[in-house]
């Protein structure tokens, strides 16, 4: 089984905070997607990646960074985390056939 | 722009009866669609595409061009089938996946 491993389930942050959310693939996939999933907007793309250190803006990248040094993982950071920020973040890779497989989702709140 | 359109945020169904799920897209070009199902407190997780034209937990799509849709569609509902749907489409050439606003399906016993 394909296994998308995102490391946080639940995070609770201070507006200002610098905050890291990471994902694991196992399967040697070349792309990975952020993803931001919020009520009646559905899911919106931060950033992708389609390859080790290279790295494509999404339609929301603002207030966002991503890191790629190793294949398997892809990481978002946000450098000074805000209360619009709150929300379920998604991790996705992508399979050669097209299938997106998605981690279980971080849950971050910022107060 | 590409979008994509959900038009239905909540679908309630009686167990039995049929359901179809809307999706309408936009893009000039030849596109990639895909339903994804978000089942309670689970992964969000292919459902089916449009290239393999096969029937997946008894749900089917078809790509209209005419139309621009990919509606997703089965002939009688199941309580398990409850669950958040998203519309996605893939423009050729990039990896780019557009995903709609999604559509909860209810389906009451």
């Known amino acids: 089984d394909v296994k998308v491993t995102q490391s946080s389930r639940y995070l609770v942050k201070r507006t200002g905070e610098k905050v890291f959310l990471e994902c694991v693939q196992d399967?040697?996939?070349?792309?990975m997607f952020w993803y931001r999933q919020d009520p009646g907007l559905g899911l919106r793309l931060i950033y992708f990646?389609?390859?080790?250190?290279?790295?494509e803006k999404g339609d929301i990248p603002e207030g966002y960074s991503v890191s790629r040094e190793k294949k398997e993982r892809f990481s978002l950071i946000l450098e000074s985390a805000s209360t619009n920020q709150t929300s379920m973040y998604l991790c996705?890779?992508?399979?050669?056939?097209?299938?997106?497989?998605f981690g279980e989702g971080s849950r971050l709140t910022v107060l | 722009a590409q979008r994509v359109t959900q038009p239905e945020k909540l679908l309630s169904v009686f167990k039995g009866a049929p359901v179809e799920l809307k999706c309408n897209y936009s893009?000039?070009?030849?596109?990639?669609l895909f339903w994804y199902v978000q089942y309670s407190r689970q992964r969000l997780q292919l459902l089916l595409r449009?290239?393999s034209r096969e029937s997946i937990k008894g749900f089917t799509a078809d790509l209209n061009k005419g139309e621009t849709s990919f509606h997703l569609k089965k002939p009688f509902a199941q309580e398990e089938d409850s669950a958040m749907y998203y519309c996605?489409?893939?423009?050729?050439?990039?990896?780019?996946?557009?995903f709609g606003t999604g559509t909860r399906l209810k389906v009451l016993a």
């Open positions: 996605a489409l893939v423009t050729s050439g990039t990896y780019k996946y557009i």
């Open positions: 893009y000039s070009g030849s596109p990639e």
């Open positions: 996705a890779s992508r399979k050669s056939t097209g299938e997106l497989f």
């Open positions: 990646s389609y390859d080790v250190k290279m790295k």
């Open positions: 449009h290239i």
């Open positions: 399967m040697d996939h070349e792309n």
